[in-house]
């Protein structure tokens, strides 16, 4: 995977970026990235300190559903408007009203940024089915374990 550092301290502005990652790094445990990432961002200087990213990133992961375990296709299309900062400001910063990420502006990562936004949009939960599908599939099954059914049938 090949790493695409910006300077941001220098350079003019705004800096469009359309690019196509196959995967990228700390993405794993969500699943497997299927086609590829696609990233259509511009990043605007605001202040001196703080830029502003905004854009779209488009991704479909395969991941398993946690309520039957099958393969599942989950498709994210992230409108994406979040401030940047450098590293140093991180534990000065007062929570404002809009999101920030902070990173080091002279070797700022895109990679690192389009992971973090990915991976904070990622359903915490991944089904494909409903519970009630799912256990009504459960009491057709033929092959169901019914440890008291010899009970229930002495007692009749």
Same mark, same amino acid.
């Not at 309520?67 to 408007?81: H, N, P, V, W």
């Given at each position: 995977?090949?790493?695409?550092?910006? #300077?941001?301290?220098?350079?003019?502005?705004?800096?469009?970026?359309?690019?196509?990652?196959?995967?990228? #790094?700390?993405?794993?445990?969500?699943?497997?990235?299927?086609?590829?990432?696609?990233?259509?961002?511009?990043?605007?200087?605001?202040?001196?300190?703080?830029?502003?990213?905004?854009?779209?990133?488009?991704?479909?992961?395969?991941?398993?559903?946690?309520?039957?375990?099958?393969?599942?296709?989950?498709?994210?299309?992230?409108?994406?408007?979040?401030?940047?900062?450098?590293?140093?400001?991180?534990?000065?910063?007062?929570?404002?009203?809009?999101?920030?990420?902070?990173?080091?502006?002279? #070797?700022?990562?895109?990679?690192?940024?389009?992971?973090?936004?990915?991976?904070?949009?990622?359903?915490?939960?991944?089904?494909?089915?409903?519970?009630?599908? #799912?256990?009504?599939?459960?009491?057709?099954?033929?092959?169901?374990?019914?440890?008291?059914?010899?009970?229930?049938?002495?007692?009749?």
């Amino acid at each position: 995977m090949k790493h695409t550092f910006l #300077n941001l301290n220098e350079g003019s502005f705004p800096i469009k970026l359309d690019k196509k990652f196959k995967d990228l #790094n700390g993405l794993e445990e969500l699943g497997q990235v299927k086609d590829h990432i696609i990233v259509k961002l511009i990043i605007e200087k605001f202040s001196k300190v703080l830029f502003l990213a905004k854009g779209n990133i488009s991704v479909t992961f395969e991941a398993d559903c946690q309520t039957c375990f099958k393969k599942t296709l989950i498709k994210l299309s992230l409108e994406t408007d979040v401030g940047i900062k450098d590293i140093k400001y991180e534990n000065v910063d007062q929570k404002g009203p809009s999101e920030i990420h902070y990173q080091d502006l002279e #070797n700022f990562n895109i990679n690192d940024l389009v992971s973090e936004e990915i991976y904070l949009n990622f359903p915490s939960i991944v089904t494909c089915c409903t519970l009630e599908s #799912n256990e009504k599939l459960e009491g057709k099954s033929p092959n169901k374990i019914r440890p008291f059914q010899k009970i229930r049938d002495l007692i009749k």
